[in-house]
C-alpha cells in the first residue's frame, strides 16, 4: 500500500468556547470558556468516485478509512488496497479491481449517532458460525476483563475535557493496548481502532476490543467482520445484539464496571 500524509491528524479535536453555566447552589449565571468536542467530516474516496462521508472527530482519518472498510465487510485483508492517500479532510484509496468493481453504487453518509445503513446479517457470519465458537485463540481472566476498562478510561483525555466522546481500545490477553482512539461516533471510534491494529499488521485473532459505547447489532457485527473474538464495554447491548454474537461465536460482555460484568453470549473464552 502506499500511503501518504496523515494531515488531518494536525487538527484540534475540541475548541475553546465562551458559555453560561447557572449553579443553584450559588443562585446566578456566570460566564467562563471550557472545552467542547469538535466534530468535523472526512469523505471517503474509492477509484476516484465518492463512497462515504464522515461525520466524525478529525483525527485518524487513515486508521477510520482502513477500519471501516474492513468491519463493512468491503474488504478481508491489507492487501486488498492498492494504495491510501490521506489529505486534508480527504482519503483516497484505489483497491484491487475485482473488489472496485463490487463497490459500485450511491455515496453514504455514515453520521455519529448510528451505524451506516439499515442492519442486514452478512450471510458469512451465519456461516462462519460455528468455526468461529469453537475458535479458543484467546481465553481471558476477569481481571484482564476489568483492567481494560480502567485502560480505556484512564486514556478518553478528550472525554474528560468535554464530556462529548466514546473511547474505544483493542488489547491482547494481558489486557496491554494495542490500538486506542476517540471520535464523536462509537462506530467510528471502533473502525479507527481496527484501522490501526491492521495498519500495524496485529492479529486480530488474539486480541479483544473494548468500547464505551452501547453494543447494538452492528456493532457486533463490526467486531465479527474485523474477527475480533471478544467485545467488553461499560455500557449495555441490545437483544438483535446477543442473538448475531451467539450465532457467531462472539464472545459479548456489557456493564463492564468497577469488579463486575456481564457475559451475554459465549462464556467460555472467559476464564474463571
Sequence with gaps: MKFGENETEKEHVTVEKELIRFDLRKGSPEPLKDQVVAEGQVELYIGGS??????????????????????????????????????????????????????????????????????????????????????????????????????????ALTFRRTGGSHAAALLDDDGEVLAFSEDIG???????????????????????????????????????????????????PTDNAIKIAEMAGLTLIGFARGKRFNIYAHHDKVLF
Excluded at 471510534?189 to 452492528?218: M, N
Design 50 to 155: 465518492h463512497h462515504t462521508t464522515f461525520l466524525c472527530s478529525i483525527s485518524q482519518a487513515k486508521e477510520l478509512a482502513v477500519g471501516h472498510l474492513v468491519t463493512e465487510g468491503l474488504i478481508n485483508k491489507p492487501e486488498d488496497i492498492t494504495s491510501l492517500e490521506v489529505g486534508r479532510g480527504e482519503v483516497h484509496v484505489n483497491l484491487t479491481k475485482k473488489l472496485a468493481a463490487r463497490l459500485q453504487g450511491k455515496p453514504q453518509l455514515i453520521l455519529t449517532s448510528c451505524g451506516s445503513r439499515g442492519l442486514k446479517i452478512p450471510p458469512r457470519i451465519w456461516m462462519n458460525a460455528r468455526r468461529a465458537s469453537a475458535d479458543l485463540s484467546i481465553r481471558l481472566n476477569p481481571q484482564t476483563i476489568l483492567k481494560a476498562i480502567v485502560e480505556l478510561n484512564s486514556r
Design 186 to 236: 462509537r462506530h467510528n471510534a471502533i473502525d479507527k481502532v481496527i484501522g490501526e491494529a491492521i495498519l500495524k499488521g496485529i492479529d486480530l485473532r488474539r486480541s479483544f476490543l473494548a468500547s464505551t459505547g452501547r453494543l447494538t447489532s452492528e456493532m457486533v457485527v463490526k467486531a465479527v467482520y474485523a474477527g475480533v473474538p471478544v467485545i467488553v464495554s461499560i455500557s449495555a
